[in-house]
């Protein structure tokens, strides 16, 4: 039985993981090395401060900034990423994710959406998206990054729904891996290897319904 779908935002209802690769991948220009988009898939689904020490770390930095600093550094990639964001429109939704939710909406299933991006409202408005989410819980409520489980339960608990009966769409490992530990099932959303753990794997939402998702969820 699903009662709740909770999406995560970068990577599976719109494609900003892009916009915070490039980024943080300025950021560590400015510092004097290059972060790739191979180190830059270990932040998918991560907070910025944590995302900020996996740069560091890259670059062989760790330690090297006080924690003033660090807040400077995560909000200067922060400044560079929401000018990429302020120029988003609906025609950066991924395709399908729109009629999808619709869909599942049609059958009095709540959706939610929980993301570490402390940004999301801003995404969801600038994407025309705000109607279709029941609640949204982002990283301006939470303060335990992905694998903790945090913002599903927190997801969850907005739309009073027991994990049991929720479903989370994630695309990184650590959005699997914190679906599991709050209990709920999850789907695998692209093609990355990272995923197997996920209860599903769906390369794309285009031509995707409730009713393939439940008869997937319910068989497994």
Not at 13 to 19: K, M
Request: aromatic fraction near 8%; hydrophobic fraction near 45%.
């Amino acid at each position: 039985m699903i009662d709740c779908c909770i999406f995560d935002l970068d990577g599976v209802v719109v494609d900003t993981a892009r916009y915070h690769y490039l980024a943080w991948a300025a950021l560590a220009r400015e510092l004097g090395f290059e972060f790739t988009p191979v180190q830059g898939e270990a932040t998918k689904g991560v907070s910025r401060m944590a995302s900020l020490e996996i740069v560091l770390r890259a670059g062989g930095l760790e330690g090297r900034f006080s924690a003033a600093e660090r807040e400077r550094l995560a909000a200067e990639k922060n400044a560079r990423y929401l000018r990429f964001v302020s120029q988003m429109t609906p025609a950066e939704v991924l395709p399908g994710v729109a009629a999808f939710l619709h869909d599942v909406r049609s059958r009095g299933v709540r959706t939610v959406l929980g993301s570490a991006s402390k940004n999301a409202g801003t995404i969801l408005d600038r994407c025309g998206l705000r109607p279709l989410f029941d609640a949204v819980v982002d990283g301006n409520e939470v303060s335990r990054a992905k694998p903790d489980p945090e913002v599903f339960l927190k997801g969850a608990a907005a739309v009073d729904a027991a994990p049991s009966v929720c479903v989370v769409f994630e695309d990184a490992a650590a959005g699997i891996e914190a679906a599991s530990r709050a209990g709920m099932r999850s789907v695998g959303v692209g093609g990355g290897a990272s995923l197997s753990a996920a209860t599903m794997r769906l390369e794309t939402f285009a031509g995707f319904t409730f009713e393939q998702l439940a008869m997937k969820i319910d068989r497994d």
